[in-house]
């Protein structure tokens, strides 16, 4: 069964830095193009940063930007988002989420939420003091 995985969310300070896994069972993330997605309490679910199937990644969310860095693994079939200096708004569930696409589909952005066909269900980051 097709399926995606996240963790690795929990409670932290701000200033603090955590790595998200995403991993798969099922297919093999290398050829899909991976996306992360977070909902804030009481917002609708933003884009965050993605990576298609040939390396190249893309962030979407201005706020995350030289902070969070999405790189994949292969050898484990898993994407990882790693957080750092983490403020008190990036609290939110994180989600992960995978589609096969054209190759250098969304070069310049990422994949918008509609266009993935698996999805995690999502991981928890909290950050406060």
């Known amino acids: 069964q097709l399926q995606l995985v996240e963790s690795g969310g929990g409670l932290v300070q701000p200033g603090s830095s955590l790595r998200l896994s995403c991993a798969a069972t099922?297919?093999?993330?290398?050829?899909?193009?991976i996306g992360w997605f977070r909902q804030a309490p009481g917002k609708e679910r933003e884009g965050v940063t993605c990576?298609?199937?040939?390396?190249?990644?893309?962030t979407d969310a201005d706020s995350v930007k030289g902070r969070f860095t999405i790189f994949r693994d292969n050898a484990r079939n898993a994407v990882y988002l790693q957080m750092s200096s983490l403020k008190p708004e990036d609290t939110a569930v994180y989600y992960c989420?995978?589609?096969?696409?054209?190759?250098?589909?969304?070069?310049?952005?990422?994949?918008?939420?509609?266009?993935?066909?698996?999805w995690g269900q999502g991981t928890r980051v909290t950050v406060s003091s």
């Open positions: 990576i298609n199937n040939s390396g190249h990644s893309t």
């Open positions: 989420a995978a589609v096969i696409l054209p190759k250098d589909s969304y070069y310049y952005t990422c994949p918008p939420a509609g266009e993935y066909e698996y």
């Open positions: 099922g297919f093999t993330l290398e050829s899909y193009n």
